[in-house]
């Protein structure tokens, strides 16, 4: 298991778009990928390849978060996830 802390830099945050190119991306792994945010007390690992939790999340700008892959594909999830949210998720 890796898991890999960083911030959410997208204008918009992960609002429907950004959101499910991060769930499309998530959804070429094997590896089980969790997204949490690290800015609200009670928040819990979300499913990463779901467009719906991500979203009810709530990650605007500025968000820290967690990621966390486990399993055969991990660090190459966790370095595509990371490299993507830096990025901007396309936008």
């Given at each position: 298991?890796?898991?890999?802390?960083?911030?959410?830099?997208?204008?918009?945050?992960?609002?429907?778009?950004?959101?499910?190119?991060?769930?499309?991306?998530?959804?070429?792994?094997?590896?089980?990928?969790?997204?949490?945010?690290?800015?609200?007390?009670?928040?819990?690992?979300?499913d990463a390849k779901s467009v719906l939790m991500i979203l009810s999340a709530g990650l605007g700008t500025g968000a820290n978060i967690e990621i966390?892959?486990?399993?055969?594909?991990?660090?190459?999830?966790?370095?595509?996830?990371?490299?993507?949210?830096?990025?901007?998720?396309?936008?």
């Open positions: 298991m890796v898991s890999k802390q960083t911030m959410i830099t997208n204008p918009t945050g992960l609002h429907a778009r950004p959101a499910s190119v991060f769930a499309q991306k998530a959804k070429e792994f094997q590896s089980t990928i969790t997204i949490k945010s690290l800015d609200k007390e009670d928040a819990k690992a979300l966390t892959c486990d399993g055969a594909d991990e660090q190459e999830a966790l370095d595509a996830l990371v490299e993507l949210l830096a990025s901007g998720c396309g936008e």
